[in-house]
């Protein structure tokens, strides 16, 4: 299953939207691949809402393995990575159980 | 009462040196000030971003919550009113205009209530600024437009302002930055954080500006009034933008305002007056290189 992305992902209810449904997908598909060709920038909103929304139901390795981001920009991937690094390092959306 | 704006001039850059405590000290009640009929602009001569969106929320809150639009004295000086007005300034008060032809150098003034617009706003208005100067570096304007974006939705988020946020930008090309003003006539920004248990000890409105400019710091309990988690990064990356030597940022809020510039610590002034919502100035300098972390992989993906 493909997703297409728009030019400016900066909704973090969107980010949140995408996540969840990534996580539906994944429970019948073996993988998702999400193309980001489209897309010129990527807010901080959006890249933590989906990546750590993703990571608190999956592990790294699930996610190597079952989840693909295609054509990211160099820009776009510091921002997930950013995300990862922050939910890594304790960081939680307010809707998460907070790390104390 | 027809309040007098005086002809000083203004940094800008809330350095501290000369800043425009008229028009801020009228924001900063406007809410509560059931007396003012308007605002004699006669004597002034050139107007920053924050000033301008000040009064524009001024005449914005007069005309849509108080009903009562407030009469405006144009500036005598020809180049100012020109200014205000291709910025669509005096739609916010009662007045007779002649629209001004817009150049492609401005962008209008900027009222905003919910997050549908935000995006395109941000990318447009930076594409404007950041275009006016030559030496704007290649991989400065998406940042921009990202931490643009990120202000904007902080205010219409978390303030509960009336008039939403107003945003007022300028380029500067000689001098190669763009300042860039958002403010709001909500809550303040310790009002917000006090709303999350974690923060309810805050003591003063210096402490919860710095608080909320800290890495993961929000005043979000589960979801936010749109349907959102938030995770408390917008403030805090635009404060290290700054402090990495990218810009200045003041952030006025309640009894005090912040300055947060390059290699230097917060600086914390007082604002007797009581600024009641928020007013987020931002100064970008756009020919500086922006360090981009060079990875070229997803870290789950190592």
Redesign the interface.
């Known amino acids: 299953m493909k997703i297409n992305f728009p030019k400016i992902l900066n909704s973090a209810r969107e980010g949140l939207e995408l996540a969840q449904d990534v996580l539906s997908r994944l429970q019948t598909d073996s993988a998702v691949v999400l193309d980001f060709a489209a897309t010129e920038r990527m807010t901080p909103s959006y890249a933590n809402a989906f990546i750590m929304t993703l990571m608190a139901e999956m592990s790294s390795e699930q996610l190597k393995e079952r989840l693909v981001l295609q054509n990211l920009s160099p820009a776009i991937i510091a921002r997930i990575n950013r995300s990862i690094e922050r939910y890594k390092n304790g960081v939680r959306l307010s809707n998460q159980p907070q790390v104390a | 009462m027809i309040e007098s704006i005086n002809s000083l001039p203004d940094s800008g850059d809330f350095s501290g040196e000369s800043i425009k405590w008229d028009i801020l000290n009228l924001a900063a009640r406007i809410k509560s000030n059931q007396t003012l009929e308007g605002i004699d602009l006669s004597n002034s001569m050139h107007l920053k971003p924050y000033s301008v969106a000040c009064l524009a929320g001024i005449g914005a809150y007069c005309k849509d919550v108080n009903q009562a639009p407030l009469q405006i004295v144009v500036p005598s000086n020809q180049e100012c009113y020109e200014h205000l007005s291709r910025l669509g300034f005096f739609k916010y008060f009662n007045h007779q205009y002649t629209v001004l032809p817009q150049r492609k150098t401005n962008v209008p003034i900027e009222q905003l209530f919910d997050?549908n617009r935000?995006?395109?706003f941000?990318?447009k208005a930076i594409s404007v600024w950041a275009g006016q100067i030559d030496d704007c570096l290649v991989?400065i304007p998406?940042?921009l437009?990202?931490l643009l974006?990120?202000i904007i939705?902080n205010a219409v988020t978390h303030s509960e302002s009336p008039i939403g946020c107003i945003v007022v930008g300028q380029a500067l090309p000689e001098s190669k930055y763009v300042d860039i003003s958002v403010v709001d006539f909500g809550q303040t920004i310790r009002s917000h954080l006090k709303l999350n248990p974690?923060y309810s000890c805050i003591a003063s409105d210096a402490e919860a500006i710095l608080k909320a400019t800290e890495?993961?710091v929000?005043g979000?309990?589960?979801?936010?009034k749109?349907?959102?988690?938030?995770?408390?990064?917008?403030l805090s990356?635009l404060r290290n933008f700054c402090e990495q030597g990218l810009g200045i940022l003041s952030i006025l809020s309640g009894d005090c305002y912040i300055v947060f510039a390059p290699k230097s610590e917060p600086q914390i002034v007082n604002f007797y007056r009581g600024f009641q919502g928020c007013l987020v100035n931002v100064r970008f300098f756009v020919n500086k290189p922006l360090t981009?972390?060079?990875?070229?992989?997803?870290?789950?993906?190592d």
């Open positions: 997050l935000v995006g395109d941000a990318h991989n998406s940042e437009q990202n974006d990120e939705r974690k890495e993961a929000t979000t309990v589960g979801l936010n749109f349907g959102e988690p938030n995770s408390g990064e917008g990356q981009l972390d060079d990875t070229n992989r997803i870290l789950w993906q």
